[in-house]
């Protein structure tokens, strides 16, 4: 299998790695991977025969500027070279998410299909924006869309409900898809803090963003909800449809309250079927031990479906961080190779 790999921050280096830690694996899986292009935002690298991954890895340690790389880098190596050359089975898009419209990775993933690539993605912009037209697009062209890592990372919220509810109809959705605010409210649990202070240290210790509004505002929640709720509901809506909370104005008093109610807080996205339509929001709910939602502390994710012949069915857990964002893009790379149908 040929690849190209466009995009390379924190998830594409992770993945690289694990493609060279796990070659072994890969081979047993019948997997001769090779990856024929990096491409970042100034240039890349190329090699026909694929580049050499322990080479070109040594190298980006201590080069900051990829093209640069004196077996196949130069400035000329972009995304047109490789929609000419045609030389690749899978682009994998991994470029910045953005919610307003999707570009860069928009006109990536589109072009790929119409060109008979399969495509993998991290990217939640151009999936929350237009996952109905890009799965058109697929299906036309006889070609797959993994989008196992735009709505939780390692945790497999919407392979499982692809897979696992298959011929079911989902009746709600509801999910922490958020680590960063969970850890957050754990830690105002767990240390009598206030917000600002647990925000603090989530910042130390690399969990929240210098700039945290994304996470602890709510839309990072609601931008993972909406596509779950398009892709396994189908449905087509936007944010503009989801009634949105963040974080920001718990206070640990409140957080005692719940406590001694025998109740915790979390930030909830949910979905739910009814009579008049789709509800959708994300919010600050207290939840009872007898909900699945109670027991996923700190950095943990979970998603739970309801549907109308297999029952219920919760996922917990998955790890956070740019390792696991990478091994759910192999993920799903390996599930195509292994003839699985995302689109049909």
Known sequence: MRIAIIGFGGVGKALIKLLIDKKAELLNEGMDLKV???IGSKGGVYDSDGIDLIKFMDYSL???NIFEYPCGGSKDVDFQMLLDYKDVDTVIEMTHTNITDGE???SHILKSLQNGFNVITANKGPILLQYNKLKKVAKQNNVQL?????????LPSINSGIIELAGSKINSIEGILNG????????MENNKTEYAEALKKAQDIGIAEKNPELDVDGWDTATKLL??????MDENKTLNDVNIEGITKIKYSDIQEALNEGKKYKLVGRAIRKENGLDISVKLEKIGPENPLYVVDGKNKAVKYNSDTLGDLTIIGGASGVTPAAASVLRDLININRG?????
Do not use: D, H, R, S
């Open 36 to 38: 024929n292009y990096v």
């Open 62 to 64: 201590k080069n900051k």
């Open 104 to 106: 860069p990775g928009m």
């Open 146 to 154: 993994g989008i196992g890592c735009t709505t939780g990372g390692a």
């Open 180 to 187: 960063t605010t969970n850890f957050i409210i754990n830690e």
């Open 227 to 232: 596509i779950l709720t398009n892709v396994l």
């Open 340 to 344: 699985f149908k995302y689109i049909i």
